[in-house]
């Protein structure tokens, strides 16, 4: 599901599958199962169709979502079939919970500013909190 996460611009050609293995990456889900890793899973006959996932990582190691060492850092894949069908709505209020019952207030993102899920991410009322490039850092209170 990392790798679906990646956002591939229309028309562009696809990463390969290895770009998850690259340190600026891999730091996303490297030694999973911190204490305050998050994930949370979907599926469909067996098979997984989407998935959400949130570490705290801190200034040192900070992500592309990075707004302080308080706040997660929030990603979300869903498989191309089950998109646009409230899969990722659902995901994401799942991780709201789980995150709000670890005790952050908190989480960010980083998106592609022609990722279709921006849209998806304001509705959920974040917020846009820096631009950089082509991408945008998204926060949300919890």
């Known amino acids: 599901m990392f790798y679906t996460a990646l956002h591939v611009p ?7 599958k290895s770009i998850i293995e690259e340190p600026h990456l891999a730091k996303y889900i490297a030694n999973w199962g911190r204490a305050d890793d998050i994930a949370l899973v ?14 705290l990582l801190k200034a040192a190691e900070k992500g592309y979502g990075y ?11 869903i498989h191309a079939d089950f998109r646009n069908q409230g899969l990722g709505t659902k995901l994401m209020n799942a991780a709201f919970t789980a995150l709000i019952e670890k005790g952050f ?8 500013q022609d990722n279709k899920a921006v849209n998806l ?11 950089e490039g082509t991408a945008f850092t998204m926060k949300k209170t919890l």
């Open 42 to 55: 979907a599926e469909q006959d067996e098979q997984l169709i989407g998935a959400v996932w949130c570490r």
């Open 121 to 131: 991410y304001k509705r959920l009322d974040f917020e846009i909190v820096e631009e």
């Open 67 to 77: 707004v302080d060492d308080q706040t997660p850092e929030l990603s979300l894949a």
């Open 105 to 112: 207030s908190q989480v960010s993102l980083s998106v592609d």
């Open 10 to 16: 229309e028309g562009a050609d696809p990463f390969p």
